[in-house]
């Protein structure tokens, strides 16, 4: 944990953003998998991580804006709890670790939090039990819980938590440091004949071998076209791609979220060198273009036309690149964002309602195919951290309607594109903070060159 002092200042912040009310912010239960007693792996609210939660089930707190009391609410185990897992710090313990002052009791808080009445702030609760949870303890229906979150809290919490300190900074540095150690273990280790889940395996015991966990679902495969494609049931052929995008969560919660790619063989084919050497100009281009005050949509847009370009070079795009960014082409090959906030979350801070996060005034989300999809599109301030993340796919089922439907013909070369039906797909991915002047990408270089991969790959 940070200090006692780090999170007592957190909730001061957000205790005087909010002014009045009570804010209650709720940690999350152990999930049931197939019976209670087996729950999947506990993963604490990041949110009640961020202001100084234990990392254990079964626990919440208020802050109170009017006298700056924050208070932890949970049960020290029973005597049988014990037996069964072992004795743990005490609640007062693991508060005073996070200069909590006051312990009460679960039982005592639904009381606390109906004496708070209309004027409590609490998030969007994103798990079934925890709308059940908090419509338990304040007596409102599931529905009014669903949707009486407190848009206020929302933004003071985002206020906070976008704005990463120098100590995140470090942990998240440890993650993505981790993450490159997976990824070149990866490149290092994949041939003709494995299978993707040897490969992904790998990715998990590399976690393992450091008390941690992944920080979301693994996608390793031969078919990157598929975006989250978390299927690794595939054996790696001569000629194939390997499209890895994988992170691990660091012991307090921070996420890395890294993508390469690579190919089965010792070398790219000159086909697939083409097409990597478009998205690694994008990325490269896109993270340079990084500094405070420039909207991410604008570099979301940069990053499109370099593809375009580059598509166009090749031969699979026609047309002036700018006109087919702006009708939305280039989506057929890059259908997704460049990229979202990264912090305690790997999508940082998605459950508290995407538009929050990475829209506000001054940009407006796009309902066109592709651009939809972009999660950051605010201007960038010193202290953001967040993944760039380009990428070039050809989906079969995407290319088939497309073409069916003569959609944007006169920026998209289809007879070309018929040669690139298995082609697979293409991303590549740093997590980048933005500084004071520019930015900086976190973690020791993770090798991207053509050569720098080709030189990690096995010798035949
Ligand atoms: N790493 C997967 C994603 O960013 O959606
Ligand atoms: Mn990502």
């Avoid at 595939?234 to 390997?242: A, C, D, K, R």
């Avoid at 281009?285 to 090749?314: F, M, Q, S, T, W």
């Amino acid at each position: 944990m940070f200090s006692a002092s780090t999170y007592q200042g957190r909730r001061s912040r957000l205790a005087s953003d909010l002014g009045q009310g009570l804010i209650l912010i709720a940690g999350n239960i152990d999930a049931a998998m197939n019976y209670r007693g087996n729950p999947y792996p506990f993963r604490q609210d990041s949110t009640f991580l961020y202001f100084g939660g234990p990392d254990k089930p079964g626990l919440a707190m208020t802050i109170d804006p009017a006298t700056g009391r924050s208070t932890l609410y949970g049960d020290d185990l029973t005597l049988e709890d014990i037996v069964w897992v072992g004795a743990q710090p005490t609640l007062t313990e693991q508060a005073r670790q996070a200069g909590f002052v006051e312990v009460r009791p679960m039982s005592k808080l639904s009381g606390d939090v109906q004496s708070a009445g209309d004027r409590l702030h609490y998030l969007p609760p994103y798990r079934g039990d925890s709308i059940l949870r908090l419509a338990t303890w304040t007596g409102r229906t599931v529905e009014k819980i669903q949707s009486g979150f407190s848009e206020a809290l929302i933004h003071a919490v985002i206020g906070q938590r976008s704005i990463k300190s120098r100590e995140e900074i470090e942990e998240m540095t440890w993650a993505v440091d981790l993450t490159g150690r997976m990824h070149v273990a990866v490149m290092r280790e994949a041939e003709e004949g494995l299978h993707e889940s040897d490969l992904a395996s790998l990715v998990t015991g590399m976690c393992e071998a450091e008390e941690v966990v992944p920080a979301y679902g693994i996608i390793l495969s031969k078919d990157g076209q598929t975006l989250h494609n978390h299927h690794h049931g595939n054996t790696l052929e001569s000629g194939q791609l390997v499209l890895g995008d994988f992170g691990a969560e660091s012991r307090m919660h921070y996420a890395g979220d890294i993508t390469r790619t690579f190919p089965v063989d010792r070398h790219f084919t000159n086909k697939q060198r083409e097409v990597y050497e478009v998205v690694l100009d994008a990325e490269m281009l896109a993270i340079e273009a990084c500094k405070p005050g420039v909207a991410y949509r604008d570099i979301h847009l940069h990053a499109a036309r370099i593809i375009a370009n580059g598509l166009k070079d090749i031969g699979l795009m026609k047309g002036d690149c700018h006109e087919a960014v702006a009708a939305g082409a280039h989506a057929l090959f890059f259908p997704h964002g460049l990229g979202h906030m990264i912090g305690l979350d790997v999508h940082d801070m998605e459950d508290l309602g995407e538009n929050f996060v990475g829209y506000d005034n001054t940009v407006q989300r796009s309902d066109q195919f592709g651009l939809a999809y972009l999660r950051l599109a605010r201007k960038l301030q010193p202290g953001f951290v967040l993944t760039v993340e380009p990428g070039i796919y050809f989906i079969p089922e995407l290319i088939d309607q497309w073409k069916a439907e003569k959609k944007h013909a006169d920026f998209i070369n289809y007879s070309a594109l018929e040669k690139y039906r298995t082609f697979g797909g293409i991303r590549i991915e740093d997590n980048v903070l933005i500084t004071e002047k520019g930015y900086q990408i976190l973690g020791d270089p993770i090798p991207k060159a053509v050569a720098e991969v080709e030189a990690l790959r096995y010798i035949v």
